[in-house]
């Protein structure tokens, strides 16, 4: 097994379910902060072997893990913003 690999396979024993919390705790959803934290590990998949390992994985994973929660909230708040606007011209609005 390579380094990598088995820098992911620590990672995912020792700090997904730390990761995970953090994320439940930030989006009150443990489906999606399932599924960010394994988009996660993806990244560290993808950059670990270009930009090597990192010092501290587990705050690297929970770094990036964090930043797409973010973009995500914030995704969704500007479709909610746009969603009642389109409510408000529609015609049959209230």
């Known amino acids: 097994m390579t380094d990598v690999h088995s820098a992911l ?3 995912i024993r020792w700090e997904a379910g730390r990761l995970t919390a953090a994320l439940v705790h930030l989006l009150g959803d443990f489906a999606l902060a399932e599924e960010i934290v394994q ?4 990244v560290a998949l993808e950059r670990w072997p270009i930009d090597g390992i990192p010092d501290r994985p587990g705050a690297w ?7 797409r929660a973010l973009n995500y909230l914030s995704r969704d708040a500007r479709y909610r913003v746009k969603l009642a606007q389109l409510e408000q011209q529609s015609p049959g609005a209230r």
């Open 9 to 11: 396979v620590s990672v």
């Open 39 to 42: 988009d996660a590990l993806l």
């Open 61 to 67: 994973q929970l770094t990036v893990a964090r930043r």
